[in-house]
T-cell receptor, first 114, second 112 residues
Framework: ELKVEQNPLFLSMQEGKNYTIYCNYSTTSDRLYWYRQDPGKSLESLFVLLSNGAVKQEGRLMASLDTKARLSTLHITAAVHDLSATYFCAVDDAGGTSYGKLTFGQGTILTVHP | NAGVTQTPKFQVLKTGQSMTLQCAQDMNHEYMSWYRQDPGMGLRLIHYSVGAGITDQGEVPNGYNVSRSTTEDFPLRLLSAAPSQTSVYFC???????????FGSGTRLTVV
């Protein structure tokens, strides 16, 4: 059974600081997704990582995937208040193709303070 | 493009009632799936489908039925609602290459 674990689950940051959210998963997979969710809203796709070594950046966020370590990271650079949200990683555990289903981590609640 | 459309957005049911949550997508995606979101537990897979006429169970299927008669629609049926089914339900669709998953806006269900 695929398990996906995020840490930390709660993250309180000061504006301008850097931090990393970690996503570990238990099976071999090269398909990992990062989402953002604001309170009461749906999931917004941030990054899709589809191969070992994949690195993607958008604004102050950068995501990477190491399939051998079964680890993805979401790095936040110079945090701003607008980044406050819940961040989820999710894994599609098919190898080479997709099964059309995701296993999610518990989510990381990020709060950025002035 | 509307993407993935879920209806209703909010629903209150009494214990024992049945209802259907609707999900429709207009992106011609082969795959569709249902998740429930409970506080502190992320999203958990209920049922999924890889094409019309094909469905399978996810992690938490008990109390829910699905069918997929068309590519566009994937309704989720609650047979006899229980308070434990109080949750937020999300439908998602994806192409067969898994390059993206698109989520609907969600249905907030309360069972009293």
């Amino acid at each position: 059974e695929l398990k996906v674990e995020q840490n930390p689950l709660f993250l309180s940051m000061q504006e301008g600081k850097n931090y990393t959210i970690y996503c570990n998963y238990s099976t071999t997979s090269d398909r990992l997704y990062w989402y953002r969710q604001d309170p009461g809203k749906s999931l917004e796709s941030l990054f899709v990582l589809l191969s070992n070594g994949a690195v993607k950046q958008e604004g102050r966020l950068m995501a990477s995937l190491d399939t051998k370590a079964r680890l993805s990271t979401l790095h936040i650079t110079a945090a701003v208040h607008d980044l406050s949200a819940t961040y989820f990683c999710a894994v599609d555990d098919a190898g080479g193709t997709s099964y059309g289903k995701l296993t999610f981590g518990q989510g990381t609640i990020l709060t950025v303070h002035p | 493009n509307a993407g993935v459309t879920q209806t209703p957005k909010f629903q209150v049911l009494k214990t024992g009632q049945s209802m259907t949550l609707q999900c429709a997508q207009d992106m011609n995606h082969e795959y569709m799936s249902w998740y429930r979101q409970d506080p502190g537990m992320g999203l958990r897979l209920i049922h999924y489908s890889v094409g019309a006429g094909i469905t399978d169970q996810g992690e938490v299927p008990n109390g829910y039925n699905v069918s997929r008669s068309t590519t566009e629609d994937f309704p989720l049926r609650l047979l006899s609602a229980a308070p434990s089914q109080t949750s937020v339900y999300f439908c998602a669709s994806s192409p067969s290459d898994g390059r993206s998953y698109t989520f609907g806006s969600g249905t907030r269900l309360t069972v009293v």
